[in-house]
């Protein structure tokens, strides 16, 4: 696998992965709120939650590719690493940058900027396979950041900070699962 094979990958699957990200959106609810999806799908309208749900796409895309020929590229961990670690920052920029001119988030821009997050994450993820040659100790440290990022998103929808700014459901003022539009009558 090289550059250009990840390149034509990457922009035939990115509205697939697009429309994936999209319906983890709704699937928490579509099971009757199995906990076990709630590691991976929204639970609330958090931005924590949004951000999961464009990061869980890309990290198995990502791991399909290294299992599908991309171990053969030397940047290809570190690569992928950076680029999942991208999501958040992209999405809480992006989002954070619009309304700081809107005053208020915008149903549209807010899946606009879902979109982009997902977009440069991919994009980054192709450049940077293209043109890095990592080292064994750049590519266990990367593993290490990570393994750091999955523990996060693992554990971070079942049992958030209480930080007001990204694990806070906006339209309910609770965290996690509890947040959830049903919780209560649970």
């Not at 791991?63 to 809480?92: C, K, Q, R, W």
């Not at 980054?124 to 593993?143: D, I, K, N, Q, Y």
């Amino acid at each position: 696998m090289n550059a250009e094979d990840l390149l034509r990958i990457s922009a035939w699957l990115s509205l697939p992965l697009i429309t994936l990200g999209t319906l983890l959106h709704f699937v928490y609810d579509w099971t009757g709120q199995a906990r076990w999806v709630a590691l991976f799908a929204s639970v609330n309208e958090s931005y924590w939650e949004h951000i999961k749900i464009a990061f869980w796409p890309l990290f198995v895309y990502y791991a399909a590719l290294f299992f599908l020929g991309g171990s053969e590229l030397p940047g290809f961990i570190p690569a992928a690493t950076v680029a999942l670690y991208s999501v958040p920052v992209t999405m809480i920029a992006t989002v954070f940058a619009y309304k700081r001119f809107a005053g208020r988030n915008i149903l549209y821009l807010d899946i606009l900027m879902f979109i982009v997050t997902m977009l440069m994450s991919l994009m980054l993820f192709v450049l940077l396979s293209a043109e890095l040659v990592a080292s064994p100790l750049t590519t266990g440290l990367s593993l290490l950041f990570l393994l750091a990022l999955l523990i996060a998103f693992g554990t971070y929808t079942l049992r958030p900070p209480a930080e007001p700014d990204f694990f806070i459901d906006p339209t309910n003022q609770r965290y996690g699962l509890d947040a959830h539009e049903q919780a209560g009558d649970q």
